[in-house]
């Protein structure tokens, strides 16, 4: 039997609302810390871990996959993120590279001054600033994500594994 692997890849996918204001995220990565060695490339017949983040965190989701057994839930857990730079150009509001539980933010800016205020927006979806600026800001927090996984069975041939995940109206 051929041997191959499965190589899994995530984008962002945002919900706006009239003004153009995200209200919904769906964010993917793989979970480097149950999957072997860190691993991004799995063998036919090895379960690949995920987590999702998602704003509002209550966000109901679901998940449909081309081939393989998806396991929806596992765990959730929470990642602590450090001296993540977020970019600000002339702008107000800028998104962090994960949602950010309320309460667990802190920074320090760097750029034109006076410094402006900063605040992680109330879903956690966006860190925003008093007034256009800029700059960047060296934010950490805390971010809460679900744990899944996939199982794809050996296959005599190579074929791409889709996973879709959705919010469930």
């Not at 802190?106 to 410094?115: D, E, F, H, L």
């Not at 296959?155 to 594994?161: F, L, R």
Request: aromatic residues 8%.
């Amino acid at each position: 039997m051929p041997s191959t692997s499965i190589t899994i890849q995530f984008g962002d996918a945002d919900a706006v609302d009239e003004e153009g204001n995200i209200v919904q995220t769906i964010k993917a990565e793989l979970d480097a810390s149950r999957n072997p060695e860190g691993r991004t490339t799995f063998p036919w017949g090895s379960t690949a871990y995920f987590k999702t983040f998602r704003v509002p965190s209550n966000l109901a989701i679901e998940m449909f996959s081309s081939h393989g057994t998806l396991n929806t839930f596992i765990a959730t857990g929470t990642d602590t993120v450090t001296e993540e730079a977020i970019q600000f150009s002339m702008s107000d509001s800028a998104s962090p590279a994960k949602p950010i539980v309320s309460g667990s933010f802190s920074s320090i800016w760097s750029g034109m001054a006076p410094a402006p205020q900063i605040s992680p927006s109330a879903n956690g979806n966006s860190v925003v600033l008093n007034r256009p600026s800029l700059g960047y800001v060296i934010a950490s927090y805390q971010s809460r994500y679900d744990v899944h996984a996939i199982t794809v069975p050996e296959m005599d041939q190579p074929i791409a594994v889709i996973v879709y995940i959705r919010s469930v109206e």
